[in-house]
């Protein structure tokens, strides 16, 4: 019994500890790689990805990826709870539910989970995101989310989105160019942000309107 004890409070800590200092190391250390990449590679695609630090990356991307996946960033600390409570009324309403994920939600899947709906998944999330948000800052969660995030088939961050979608360095991107790449965020595998369809054009557009809306919104990554 004293044995199972032993094991068992290792286990805990284990499970309490390894998560705060991963993110810690990621606080300054850029992630080598994530879960969707491995399974990716094992599926036979490539990886081209190249860090940069945030300050070598157009500000004007940053700004459209908070007006199309998650204009709280700034203001919340890892949960929209407002979109959540839409989510459950959808589902008790026996309604399909829309998205809810935060950017520091999608971080913490990106860097740790594997893609999936499953309740384990977004429990685990859920716990992850909370070590996210205690313990980087919003610049150093946006720097990590345009990274590690996938924009195509094999090819993950910014810099490589920005040359593979418009031959140029991430840092070089333009308004419309930084807004198609926000807008293809949520399928990135069928909505090429470099050769936009109508629909593309016309969400993109729509972000770009809705940047000058948020005003102070977006001051926690200037």
């Known amino acids: 019994m004293r ?17 705060a200092a991963l993110v810690l190391a990621y606080g300054v250390l ?21 860090w940069q630090p945030l300050d070598e990356i157009s500000p004007h991307l940053p700004r459209p990826v908070i007006a199309a996946e998650d204009n709280l960033f700034c203001s919340h600390y890892g949960f929209d ?16 539910t829309r998205g809810a994920s935060t950017i520091s939600m999608q971080l913490a899947k990106n860097l740790f989970l594997w893609p999936g709906r499953s309740y384990i998944r977004k429990g685990l999330e859920a716990y992850l995101t909370l070590h996210v948000e205690f313990l980087l800052s919003k610049r150093r969660i946006m720097e990590l989310y345009l990274n590690i995030a996938e924009w195509g088939p ?14 140029k360095s991430a840092k070089a991107l333009t308004p419309r160019e930084a807004a198609l790449l926000a807008v293809s965020l949520p399928n990135p595998r069928e909505w090429a942000a470099g050769k936009p369809d ?16 948020l005003g102070p919104l977006l001051d926690c990554i200037s």
């Open 3 to 19: 044995r199972l004890r032993r094991i068992l409070l290792v286990a805990l800590a284990v499970i309490l500890l390894l998560p």
């Open 154 to 167: 094999g090819l993950y961050g910014a810099e490589a989105a920005a040359r593979h979608h418009f031959g």
């Open 81 to 96: 709870l407002n979109a959540l409570g839409e989510v459950l009324a959808d589902a008790r309403a026996g309604e399909r």
């Open 30 to 50: 850029p992630p080598p790689g994530t879960p969707l990449m491995l399974i990716r590679l094992g599926e036979g695609e490539s990886l081209r990805k190249d």
């Open 198 to 213: 109508g629909y593309l054009t016309g969400r993109a557009a729509t972000i770009t309107r809705r940047i000058g809306q």
